[in-house]
Structures are given as structure tokens and as C-alpha cells.
């Protein structure tokens, strides 16, 4: 029996059915000659599960909320309530796939269970399959919970096999147990549960090898918050219960050449050209966009020291991902001054020096953005929602073939949730030579988010053409 950190606690208690704190992720799969079984994605993910001990617990409450909940293991775990199945009318369009998605990404989560679920999608068109998988943000914290989308994916389509899993579910803890648990907890650290249970601060506070890192975690939070209201947009209204999902791609070879024609960074083109197709989905909606105006985007940047990189080891451990405030200029024409404006403002982030090499991540066992994602959405929500417009999150992956369950995967989309009053979120992946961008959205608020893929092919081009 574990209690939950504070900040996971939070992530479980603050939720609503609006705006649930779920890290989702689709993969489209090419089949196999035989096909991809159903009874095989479940030997897999069942191979995977030691990897990820979460996956196979329970939140249990504890009377009065007098203590944080606690982790337990789930005496009646069935992994065929977790792994679904589910289909198109065959042959499937990814228009269809997408309202599917948007769907599953909508409904709650089981809370008397292990808070996960996978949906095999099968029918798609083309010989393609599609894996659906959506989190709780209380599992996922990137170093020792890592997101199930992270451990089963496979370098190989024949992986070397693991050691059998003997996994027994320890004793479920009853009532009188969690209530004098949390009794003692009070009597030996009230000044410490106190905190817990009013302010989140706590567990910091009681760890001293923590000061130095949290003194600059706190610094970075203090210059954030400063940055003060976010404009006013579009983006931000009400959040309904229904959402669409879309995606755009785009060749990883193209955001290079604009990096090395104007030298910065391949994440300020992603930004730029986020930027670009945002000015343009203003104008198509008729809105007055004045030369000085702004979208303000919370973009978490990847950070990993390299003592902690040294000292984790493959899979341990992948960093941590620190709060990056950019206020995407939409109201300036020219693509090539949005890119260097961006560039700049990337440059004079106090944690610059210190961002991840994607070439470090790769080198991590398994498939590191389905955990980067829920990371940096973790990030996210740790600020008050009225500072930025939006979140996009940006992971880098592997640049080779990568398998599930022995069926090659073909692409790979984040889909973020939406905050509190943010009407869209994306989530960019780079992988295999492209870049994936998945597109959250309210579904009455923009009802024509189908347009941004065009938008953002349509801001590339300008910017490469720019730099012929």
C-alpha cells in the first residue's frame, strides 16, 4: 500500500467530467501477414505490466479524505476489462477512426479500477490496424510510472523474450486499516498532513536532497506565473463533454532545412509553423488579428541533466519536463520574423543550456513520447489555466521502425486533454523521419478544427519557401 504523491492526488481529486486529466495516444499499426490477434496484444501487454506496476492498481479513498489516497493492488484485475476491442464499419476511414477517438476520449474512466484503458480498432482501411490507449495523469509521473504506450513498443518484430511474471496481488486494505493509517500519519507528522491536505506542498518540503532542484522548480513557477493573464482569444471558452480529434504529418526533413537555413531549433519551427496556422484559423473565422497580437502556448521543454542521465540508466528514468511560457506572435505577417521572434524567446529561457537531445532520448528502452506527453501535460496543469491559451506538448522518438506486439508501426499521435476553459490542445511527435501532430478539440467551441491540418501544411510551405 503506497499513498499517492501530492501532485498525483491532486490530478485525482481536481478532475470533472469536462476536462478529465487523461494522456491518450494513437498508433496506427500495419498488420501482419496473419494478422494482429486480439489474444496477442493481450499476451503482450501482459508481458509488459511488471514494467509498469501501476497498471494493475486501484485508488482506494480514505475516510473524510483525513490522508491521501493510497495505491492497492487489485485482487480482481482483468486484463480483458482494461485491453478492449472495437471496429469500424470495414474499410475504415481515419475521418472515422477520428470520431471514434474523440468518443473514447470523452467517456470517464472506471474509478473503482486500475484508472487505464486500450482499445484495439480494427477495420481500418489499407491492411491497418489502430491502438487507442488512454491514462489516468496520476500514473504517469516519468520516473519510476511510465505511460503503458512507453513499454510496448519494441525495437524488433521479435523482441527476446521476458521473465515469466509470478505477480500476486498483496491484501487489499480495509476501512479501519486506511483510517488508522491516516491517523498515524497525523500523529507523527500533523504539521506535514496538514499541508498535504490543504496546500500540495508537503512532500516537497519534507525531502532536503530536493531543496536546490525545487528552489529553481519554484523560481521557474514564480517567473511564469508572473508573465500575468493570457490574451484574450477564441481559444479560450467554456469546455463541453464532446471533443474532435484530427491529426496533420509532416516529413521531419522539411522542419531540418528550416532549422539549418535560419539556425535554431527543429521545436521553433514546430512552434513557428503552430503560430503561422493559428493566424490563419483567426482570419478564417473573421477575427480581428492586430499586428502586435499574441496566443500565449504552454510548451513544456524536455530537461535532462546529465549527472541524472548518467545515473538513471535506459527506462529508469527520463528527465523531467520544466514549464515553458511562449507567446506565439500571430499578429506579425511575415513567417520568416514569427520563426525569429520564437527563436529568441526560446534562446532566453533560463533552461536553454539544459534541454534534452532527442538523441539521448531514443537511447531509452522502449518508446519514451506517449511519457513525454503525459509528462509535460502534468506540467501544464501544475499552472493556473488562465496564464497561457493553450497546450502543445512536443516528444521526440525514435527515427527507426519501431513494432507493437510484431505489427510495424506506421504513425504515432498524442491526444492531449483539454484544460480548464482551453478549447484545444496539441500534441507533436516526431518519429520514424515525420512529425505527428494530434489535434484536441472542443467540439462545439471549434467546430472547425478540421481545417488546421491544411493550415499547417499551408505555414510550412511559406517558411520553405522562405528559406529557398
Known amino acids: 500500500m503506497t499513498r499517492l504523491s501530492t501532485t498525483d492526488a491532486s490530478f485525482y481529486r481536481l478532475e470533472n467530467t469536462a476536462t478529465p486529466m487523461y494522456v491518450g495516444s494513437l498508433s496506427i499499426l500495419r498488420q501482419p501477414r496473419g494478422g494482429l490477434s486480439y489474444e496477442t496484444l493481450l499476451e503482450t501487454v501482459e508481458q509488459r505490466l511488471p514494467q509498469i506496476p501501476r497498471y494493475r492498481q486501484k485508488v482506494r479513498e480514505v475516510t473524510m479524505n483525513l490522508a491521501r489516497?493510497?495505491?492497492?493492488?487489485?485482487?480482481?484485475?482483468?486484463?480483458?476489462?482494461?485491453?478492449?476491442?472495437?471496429?469500424?464499419?470495414?474499410?475504415?476511414?481515419d475521418e472515422q477512426l477520428h470520431e471514434l477517438i474523440a468518443r473514447l476520449a470523452a467517456r470517464p474512466l472506471d474509478k473503482s479500477r486500475p484508472l487505464w484503458e486500450m482499445y484495439l480498432v480494427e477495420g481500418l482501411a489499407k491492411n491497418r490496424v489502430a491502438l487507442y490507449t488512454k491514462s489516468h495523469q496520476a500514473l504517469i509521473n516519468g520516473m519510476n510510472a511510465l505511460e503503458i504506450g512507453h513499454v510496448i513498443v519494441d525495437r524488433t518484430r521479435h523482441p527476446p523474450p521476458l521473465p515469466e511474471d509470478f505477480w500476486v496481488p498483496g491484501p487489499e486494505p480495509g476501512t479501519t486499516r486506511l483510517l488508522f493509517g491516516a491517523i498515524g500519519d497525523w500523529l507523527s507528522r500533523p504539521g506535514v498532513q496538514l499541508q498535504a491536505v490543504t496546500s500540495g506542498v508537503a512532500e516537497a518540503i519534507t525531502n532536503s536532497g530536493l531543496l536546490i532542484d525545487i528552489g529553481r522548480r519554484m523560481l521557474n513557477f514564480a517567473l511564469t506565473v508572473a508573465r500575468g493573464t493570457a490574451p484574450n482569444s477564441p481559444l479560450n471558452a467554456p469546455v463541453s463533454r464532446s471533443r474532435r480529434f484530427t491529426v496533420a504529418r509532416g516529413r521531419l526533413e522539411d522542419y531540418r532545412a528550416v532549422r539549418a537555413r535560419y539556425d535554431c531549433d527543429v521545436n521553433d519551427v514546430v512552434l513557428a509553423v503552430i503560430a503561422g496556422a493559428l493566424r490563419n484559423w483567426l482570419l478564417s473565422r473573421?477575427?480581428?488579428?492586430a499586428p502586435t497580437a499574441t496566443i500565449r502556448a504552454m510548451a513544456p521543454m524536455p530537461v535532462y541533466p546529465e549527472d541524472k542521465f548518467d545515473a538513471a540508466g535506459p527506462g529508469q528514468a527520463i528527465g523531467e519536463v520544466t514549464p515553458f511560457l511562449i507567446d506565439l506572435p500571430v499578429g506579425e505577417g511575415n513567417a520568416v520574423v514569427r520563426l525569429s521572434q520564437i527563436a529568441h524567446a526560446t534562446e532566453s529561457h533560463p533552461t536553454a543550456a539544459s534541454l534534452v537531445d532527442a538523441r539521448s532520448i531514443v537511447t531509452l528502452s522502449g518508446f519514451a513520447p506517449p511519457t513525454l506527453h503525459g509528462m509535460g501535460i502534468r506540467v501544464a496543469t501544475s499552472l493556473p489555466a488562465r496564464v497561457f491559451n493553450l497546450l502543445i506538448t512536443?516528444?521526440?522518438?525514435?527515427?527507426?521502425?519501431?513494432?507493437?506486439?510484431?505489427?510495424?508501426?506506421?504513425?504515432?499521435?498524442?491526444?492531449p486533454p483539454l484544460l480548464s476553459n482551453q478549447v484545444l490542445a496539441i500534441g507533436v511527435t516526431s518519429y520514424n523521419g515525420m512529425l505527428y501532430f494530434g489535434i484536441n478539440a472542443d467540439r462545439e467551441a471549434m467546430s472547425d478544427v478540421d481545417v488546421l491540418p491544411t493550415l499547417l501544411t499551408e505555414s510550412l510551405e511559406e517558411l520553405l519557401e522562405a528559406a529557398k
Not at 72 to 93: C, E, K, M, Q
Not at 404 to 409: E, H, N, Q
Open 69 to 93: 489516497p493510497v495505491w492497492v493492488d487489485d485482487r480482481d484485475f482483468d486484463i480483458t476489462y482494461h485491453v478492449r476491442r472495437s471496429a469500424l464499419p470495414s474499410p475504415g476511414s
Open 286 to 289: 473573421g477575427e480581428v488579428v
Open 394 to 415: 512536443n516528444a521526440p522518438g525514435a527515427q527507426s521502425q519501431m513494432y507493437v506486439a510484431g505489427s510495424k508501426l506506421l504513425e504515432t499521435y498524442a491526444v
